[in-house]
T-cell receptor
Framework: GENVEQHPSTLSVQEGDSAVIKCTYS??????FPWYKQELGKRPQLIID?????GEKKDQRIAVTLNKTAKHFSLHITETQPEDSAVYFC????????????FGTGTKLQVIP | NAGVTQTPKFQVLKTGQSMTLQCAQD?????MYWYRQDPGMGLRLIYY???????DKGEVPNGYNVSRLNKREFSLRLESAAPSQTSVYFC????????????FGPGTRLLVL
């Protein structure tokens, strides 16, 4: 089955700096890669996703890049703000009639004011 | 439109007791999921239901049973709770179509003594 590794497990950055979280996956058939943000005590929520037919996607201060050859994808947050502090999960799955998602173990991001 | 709801929010059990966690969604989604979240372990899939009338095991099904009562409701049952089942449980749903979002419930915090 699919295996997703996520690094780092914790990340501290100064407000205004950039943050990068990296994930690797094992199943070359995976073709959809969402990122979820989970604030303390709350539910995970989708923040951005990327499909296998594109290499990069951007939404304001967040962007995701995908390298299918190397089987890795990354989340980039620029101009970080205190409200970006949360746990971020990457995931990988094979598109199909249903979704069985494999999540990474999460990255706890702390943005220091 | 409440999205995905879960009950209870918090529960304390003694070892050997049983209980059922309830989940309902009002988005007319086909697929529903149960995850558990432990510190440092990310989200692990317990069971899922690709569509009404079907259920399948996920990564960590031992000690649990599920029932897809109808399209809206998907319950998780612990027949004989163990301390190792202390965790936060999230229900999620998705439309079941290709490459789309999972919507999570608010979670149930379970403590087994």
């Amino acid at each position: 089955g699919e295996n997703v590794e996520q690094h780092p497990s914790t990340l501290s950055v100064q407000e205004g700096d950039s943050a990068v979280i990296k994930c690797t996956y094992s199943d070359s058939a995976s073709n959809y890669f969402p990122w979820y943000k989970q604030e303390l005590g709350k539910r995970p929520q989708l923040i951005i996703d990327i499909r296998s037919n594109v290499g990069e996607k951007k939404d304001q201060r967040i962007a995701v890049t995908l390298n299918k050859t190397a089987k890795h994808f990354s989340l980039h947050i620029t101009e970080t703000q205190p409200e970006d502090s949360a746990v971020y999960f990457c995931a990988a799955l094979i598109a199909g009639g249903y979704q069985k998602v494999t999540f990474g173990t999460g990255t706890k991001l702390q943005v220091i004011p | 439109n409440a999205g995905v709801t879960q009950t209870p929010k918090f529960q304390v059990l003694k070892t050997g007791q049983s209980m059922t966690l309830q989940c309902a969604q009002d988005m007319n989604h086909n697929s529903m999921y149960w995850y558990r979240q432990d510190p440092g372990m990310g989200l692990r899939l317990i069971y899922y239901s690709a569509s009404e009338g079907t259920t399948d095991k996920g990564e960590v099904p031992n000690g649990y049973n599920v029932s897809r009562l109808n399209k809206r409701e998907f319950s998780l049952r612990l027949e004989s709770a163990a301390p190792s089942q202390t965790s936060v449980y999230f229900c999620a749903s998705s439309s079941g179509q290709i490459q789309e979002t999972q919507y999570f419930g608010p979670g149930t915090r379970l403590l087994v003594l």
